[in-house]
Nanobody, 115 residues
Framework: QVQLVESGGGSVQPGGSLRLSCAAPGIIFSIYNMGWYRQAPGKQREFVARIFSSGSTMYSDSVKGRATISRDNAKKTVYLQMNQLKPEDTAVYYC?????????WGQGTQVTVSS
């Protein structure tokens, strides 16, 4: 079982920024593909961003240009920098790991964007 521990959520005003972190201390982190998903109240969980073990990245259209996913293999941590936050970014953000078709999820961290 892969343990993923998210942090960095909170409340921010529209236009603000947050950096989410997800630590995965118990795995050979560098070989995993890592991602972020989010789930807003009453909606299905949706993809936000992914960074592959190679370092290549992909983003949903809803955050492209406002979000940056990165990883620090030495710290076994993946980050999601979110800028120009909008009220519609309000959701619980979940970290995801994937290796060979096997996926694991963190418990989530709340992000609230409100004035």
């Amino acid at each position: 079982q892969v343990q993923l521990v998210e942090s960095g959520g909170g409340s921010v005003q529209p236009g603000g920024s947050l950096r989410l972190s997800c630590a995965a201390p118990g795995i050979i982190f560098s070989i995993y593909n890592m991602g972020w998903y989010r789930q807003a109240p009453g909606k299905q969980r949706e993809f936000v961003a992914r960074i592959f073990s190679s370092g290549s990245t992909m983003y949903s259209d809803s955050v492209k240009g406002r979000a940056t996913i990165s990883r620090d293999n030495a710290k076994k941590t993946v980050y999601l920098q979110m800028n120009q936050l909008k009220p519609e970014d309000t959701a619980v953000y979940y970290c995801n790991s994937e290796l060979g078709g096997s996926t694991n999820w963190g418990q989530g961290t709340q992000v609230t964007v409100s004035s």
